[in-house]
């Protein structure tokens, strides 16, 4: 059964680089360990019992994996395969499918063999990326925005926000448009079609006026592009009318998708910007315009990492900075915000949503699908994994399908619609559901009473043996220990009372 927890969390295996040719997997004879940690990472562990082989190779083994790490003794690899062994595969019930086809689906009527695209970033912006990513799984691609002016970047052009063990949970960019020339861009576009004619091609496009966006969408359906995606979304192309700030004006969004429409045959799918209060107006206006689809959501405008010496944010350029546009996992919540917003609107009903914003794991791509998301586009996971992570994605998601019994990626778009308000008026509000604590796996160190004592209802205190007691009368069911736990000891799973 596929847990809403993974069984082996992330912060076993934080000190895994998850490298490029592993080390361990050279050192390994039996299997390839750096594919199974990788899935662990990605919340896919039960996918990766399907890699193992029958008869557990680390129980005679010395552990040389361990020993060829770049960080020798710091990850237990052995230990993390030995647990997928006892603790992950006998809680597996349903095996790997043969094929692919429950991922099958389309992008406005494109076929598409999986739900996942790359979104129009850096991670797709040449011949030999695109490729690259076509043959490593990934469905499609929004090649990086095409367009005719002159574009120079500014060096550097990143900074994040870093979690535990480094990793990446916001990212904020000043990037702007692809430096290639329309030309050049033709001839990419010519040369994927020709090479991988099964793939999709979604070319981003900004223009000036209405005479270029037209231009630019029947130029690049001339050239082999199976839709065109406006972006009117760029928070690093705002001055003189561009980027989001037509996003923001639902008259420009409709004007402009009109004159895209009239100029080309393909689908036409209208990129807009979360730098808004709500975005539907902008998206009912796409629809006026004769958009076929939705794309959401850009990053978001942001500042990072103001430097305490020189008083300049992230990335300081020559002592000078910028607001950019905020992305990765941290923006998900957002994102997941106005997906549910367009899917929620009768107006849009049967429009396509290509949906992103923060997808790293199946697990975040479902999450969207449930909220009325078509396919999935993604970037900043692909900026700090690798195009790798398309089979993790199609995996997890391929093993959930099946496990629920659905027959195709399609039966789950919109699940979770009905039971999401835009208010809280709408809850229930008379019961009180208490947590359950775990003290099998409980250590003890009283986070959970710190946390509802200095920002809870003080219900909870350590008892002699430091395990948590509750009081009853004071609990409210806010679920702050929950969250707080480092050990995942305490569950949603108490008894639920009349106030």
């Not at 090649?143 to 949970?169: N, Q, Y």
């Amino acid at each position: 059964m596929i847990q809403n927890k993974p069984i082996i969390r992330r912060t076993e295996m934080i000190r895994c680089a998850l490298c490029h040719d592993a080390p361990c997997d050279k050192a390994c004879p039996s299997l390839k360990p750096s594919n199974l940690l990788r899935s662990i990472w990605f919340e896919n562990e039960q996918s990766a019992v399907s890699l193992l082989p029958d008869d557990n190779p680390c129980a005679a083994c010395s552990g040389m994996c361990e020993e060829s790490c770049v960080r020798p003794g710091e990850v237990k690899i052995k230990d993390l395969v030995e647990q997928l062994y006892t603790r992950v595969k006998p809680e597996t019930e349903t095996e790997m499918p043969e094929d692919e086809r429950r991922l099958a689906c389309d992008l406005c009527g494109v076929p598409l063999e999986n739900p996942f695209l790359l979104s129009s970033s850096v991670v797709a912006s040449n011949y030999d990326m695109c490729a690259r990513a076509f043959e490593a799984g990934w469905a499609g691609i929004c090649f990086k925005t095409v367009c005719s002016m002159d574009i120079h970047e500014a060096s550097p052009r990143f900074s994040a926000i870093k979690g535990e063990g480094g990793s990446l949970i916001g990212f904020k960019n000043i990037e702007q448009l692809s430096d290639h020339s329309v030309k050049e861009n033709m001839e990419i576009f010519r040369r994927l079609k020709e090479n991988y004619p099964s793939k999709v091609i979604l070319a981003s496009i900004m223009g000036r006026d209405e005479e270029e966006w037209g231009e630019l969408a029947a130029l690049c359906e001339e050239n082999g592009a199976d839709a065109v995606e406006l972006n009117f979304s760029c928070p690093n192309m705002a001055e003189g009318g561009l980027g989001s700030d037509i996003g923001q004006v639902p008259e420009l969004v409709e004007r402009f998708t009109a004159a895209a429409k009239r100029a080309c045959h393909i689908p036409v799918i209208a990129k807009l910007t979360p730098n808004v209060a709500n975005m539907s107006p902008a998206a009912e206006a796409a629809l006026r315009g004769g958009a076929d689809g939705i794309a959401a959501i850009n990053t978001i405008k942001s500042v990072t990492n103001v430097n305490l010496h020189t008083y300049v944010s992230a990335p300081s350029v020559r002592g000078h900075s910028a607001v950019g546009g905020y992305s990765g996992n941290a923006v998900k919540p957002i994102a997941l915000r106005f997906i549910a917003e367009l899917g929620q609107n009768d107006l849009l009903r049967g429009m396509h949503i290509t949906a992103m914003g923060g997808v790293e794991t199946w697990k975040d791509a479902l999450e969207f699908l449930f909220l009325g998301g078509g396919s999935i586009q993604v970037t900043t996971a692909v900026m700090q994994y690798g195009y790798r992570i398309i089979d993790d994605l199609k995996s997890g998601l391929n093993l959930y399908l099946k496990e629920k019994g659905y027959e195709s990626v399609k039966d789950v778009i919109g699940l979770g619609l009905d039971s999401l308000s835009a208010s809280t008026d709408t809850l229930e509000r008379d019961t009180v559901l208490f947590p359950k604590f775990h003290k099998d796996q409980c250590i003890g160190c009283g986070r959970c009473v710190i946390s509802c004592s200095d920002g809870g209802h003080q219900a909870l205190k350590l008892g002699p043996d430091r395990m948590p007691v509750l009081n009853g009368k004071k609990c409210v069911g806010c679920h702050l220990c929950i969250l707080v736990c480092p050990q995942q000891a305490i569950s949603p799973m108490g008894k639920r009372i009349s106030r």
